[in-house]
């Protein structure tokens, strides 16, 4: 088991990066999120997973422990492979991800490019319960996670209307209230509006 990988960043390419380390360059699939974080030229250290199929040996790097730890939620249930295991971390925060599926929104996860409502429903099924309470969206000082309010329900409802991806719409949301629980539904849309523009 491969279980972190450090060296310099040599590319950064669509979904991978190439680091260099030992005179050797290693391809590592990565979400987004990672990725970001990534500069070539500089030296990086991931949290990695290596699996082995028929036809390929991959590996796959998270710039922290809790991306990989959904990572191996997600794919340990049956239909979600790497690949669509990659895009959910990549369409939405940690928080964000592991929020939706403690609160069953299948509507969020199946807002994921090649999550369709039975794959969603499935994933909530089988990780629902094993998905650490501080993976979610956190409250503001530590607390508990946040629960969607009414006024926060209503934003969402509001900015999804106006054509923003879902995914973006809720982890904006749910940051805000992660803030201020206690904001209006107005104040949530033109905040939300100011970083989702």
């Known amino acids: 088991m491969i279980v972190f990988i450090s060296g310099t960043v040599r590319e950064v390419r669509p979904g991978s990066a190439v680091l260099q380390t030992g005179g050797l360059g290693y391809e590592v699939h990565c979400p987004q999120s990672t990725l ?24 796959f790097g998270f710039h922290d422990a809790d991306s990989a730890q959904l990572f191996d939620l997600v794919t340990g249930v049956s239909g979600v492979g790497p690949k669509l295991g990659l895009a959910l971390l990549s369409a939405m925060p940690v928080p964000t991800l592991a929020q939706g599926i403690l609160d069953g929104d299948a509507k ?9 409502k039975k794959t969603a429903e499935r994933l909530i099924l089988e990780v ?4 650490p309470a501080h993976l979610a969206v956190p409250a503001k000082g530590g607390g508990k996670p946040v629960m969607m309010s009414t006024a926060g329900a209503d934003a969402t409802d509001a900015l999804l209307a106006l054509g923003f991806r879902e995914a973006q719409v809720r982890t ?25 523009r």
């Open 36 to 59: 970001a974080r990534l500069k070539t030229g500089e030296v990086a250290e991931l949290h990695t997973r290596f699996i082995v199929r028929e036809d390929a040996q991959l590996l």
């Open 108 to 116: 969020l996860l199946s807002s994921v490019s090649g999550v369709g």
């Open 128 to 131: 629902q319960g094993k998905v």
């Open 172 to 196: 904006v949301v749910a940051s805000l209230l992660a803030d201020d629980p206690e904001q209006t539904a107005d104040a949530l849309i033109r905040r939300g509006l100011g970083q989702l």
